[in-house]
């Protein structure tokens, strides 16, 4: 992987030289990506579609280095890498700047000679080619979020335009943003619940999750004009039978029990909306751990 910047200006030329608009397929696009916080070597590629048969390409992507790291960018598992049989493309001039988030590729697969011409890709106007690789890592503190990464136009010195690179034709495509979700490991679900007017339905709040907890707080609404909310004769009814209890039985302050759960209901905040909030805290008086 090339991180001199210093020969761009040859793919400039040649990508410069004529320009034409995209035809209906020439779409350059980026993947959705998914991860964990801490999670490394996550790939996510750079695809095209085209019309044309293409000899080469310039892109120009813009990410959140705060919570992502570019650690690389290369050819393994791409289109390129099948065409040019595992080799590495006659020039490919690829700057990551880890500040600002900012990559910056310029590829041409091959120069060819006076008997063999460039090595090219063939038109693939509706299976997506890929094209670059990028392997990201994301930061141990990130929180759960979706990151954009986009194609930004006239990054870099010389400024660098996203274009596929076709006959000596500048091919200007469309451009498909893609993303980068960092995955919540911890979520508060009902599932699917079904129930028949007059009837009586039972909602289990449940929680998935990756460390240990030590309580919860939760806030649920519901529409006060289909459902009323039925109140347990007992605090520890909310939970009887559920996997709480079974960690924490005998209802709240029993020993070994939930030392704090604490209900509160608003059955009628206004027509169409009922709210009910529940606080937990496993080990809430001393001696702390017991």
Known sequence: ?????????????VCGLIQQSAAAADVLSIDNAAAN??????????RATHDSG???????????????DLSGA????????????GSDPDFAGISIDTTTGVLLAGVIFS????????????????DQ???LRMNFSVSASSLPSVIPIQFVNGLGD???????????????????DGSFTINNLHTFYFGNIAATPGGTVTATLRYDHEDEIQGFQAAISYDNTILDLQVPASGADWYSGLTLDAL???GPGAPGGIELFYPALDPAIEPGIGLATFAAIFDFLPPFGG
């Not at 801490?38 to 750079?46: A, I």
């Not at 290369?74 to 049989?85: G, K, P, W």
């Open 111 to 126: 120069y060819g000679d006076l008997t063999n011409p460039p090595a090219t890709l063939p038109a693939s106007p509706d």
């Open 74 to 85: 290369d050819f393994q598992d791409t289109a390129v890498s099948a065409l040019l049989s």
């Open 54 to 68: 293409i000899e080469g390409y310039a892109v120009g992507i813009q990410y959140d280095p705060t919570e992502l």
């Open 158 to 176: 010389p400024p660098i335009d996203n274009v596929l690179s076709s006959g000596g034709f500048s091919v200007i495509p469309s451009l498909v």
């Open 248 to 250: 924490l039985p005998g």
């Open 1 to 13: 992987m090339f991180r001199c910047f210093s020969r761009f200006m040859l793919l400039v030329m």
């Open 129 to 131: 080619n890929a094209l």
């Open 37 to 46: 916080a801490g999670d490394s070597d996550v790939s996510c590629f750079v």
